[in-house]
């Protein structure tokens, strides 16, 4: 059997992709990396005071690269998943409305998943209060999880985020950030699911200790 910290490094993750289990499954063997508290009282972001028409609220026109994916869906598979509002951000690049959304203030200690295929992207601990109206973080959980594109739509250059397993669209990447990386992801709440600390730390051991058998097995 495979121990628990050699299925936790990137390597481990990768060679568990290779089985047909579900991302939420294989991403659980994850840790939560590089925890901190959230920064006090940052400075208000570049969007704050424009609303729906900021950076932050207009949608993308990248044309993000489905050929790689872990997950796959046909498109009325997706509407199917999906809610209305999670289909046109997830796989329309949408935007939500700022302070109409589920998490923009929600400050509950936990983790946030891709809603299109359970991947733990963003840490409660590195969520910050940006004062636009979105959830807005300062770090990713995993580099590996979140890809980016250059956005040049609207006279602006943005820059696009979207998961890297099943290609949701979940928001930008602003250089206005708090310390102590100096970014901002904002993201749409519709993109994300979030899960109580207990509850992920549960799942993680649960599902962690059942990859290594399946992994002891191979
Ligand atoms: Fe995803």
Redesign the pocket.
């Known amino acids: 059997m495979l121990p628990l910290s050699k299925l936790a490094s990137r390597a481990g993750r990768l060679a568990l992709l290779a089985v047909a289990l579900s991302?939420l499954f294989l991403f659980a063997a994850s840790p939560v990396m590089n925890s901190k508290d959230s920064p006090k009282n940052p400075a208000p972001a570049a969007c704050a005071t424009d609303g729906p028409l900021s950076a932050c609220g207009l949608p993308s026109k990248v044309v993000i690269d489905m050929s790689h994916r872990k997950?796959h869906h046909t498109d009325a598979e997706w509407r199917a998943i999906l809610t209305p509002q999670q289909y046109s951000v997830?796989r329309e690049q949408g935007t939500e409305p700022p302070f109409r959304n589920a998490y923009w203030d929600n400050h509950q200690d936990g983790v946030y998943?891709?809603?299109?295929?359970?991947?733990p992207?963003f840490d409660s601990r590195q969520k910050f209060d940006s004062g636009t109206g979105w959830p807005s973080f300062w770090q990713v959980i995993d580099p590996a999880?979140i890809e980016e594109q250059t956005d040049h739509s609207y006279g602006m250059t943005r820059v696009e985020v979207?998961?890297?397993?099943?290609?949701?669209h979940l928001g930008h990447v602003f250089d206005d950030g708090p310390d102590p990386t100096g970014l901002r992801y904002c993201i749409n709440s519709a993109?994300l699911k979030f899960i109580p600390r207990a509850e992920y730390d549960a799942w993680v051991k649960k599902t962690a200790a059942a990859a290594a058998a399946v992994a002891a097995k191979h």
């Open positions: 991302p997950v997830m998943v891709c809603a299109g295929c359970g991947t992207l999880f979207h998961c890297a397993v099943c290609g949701a993109s």
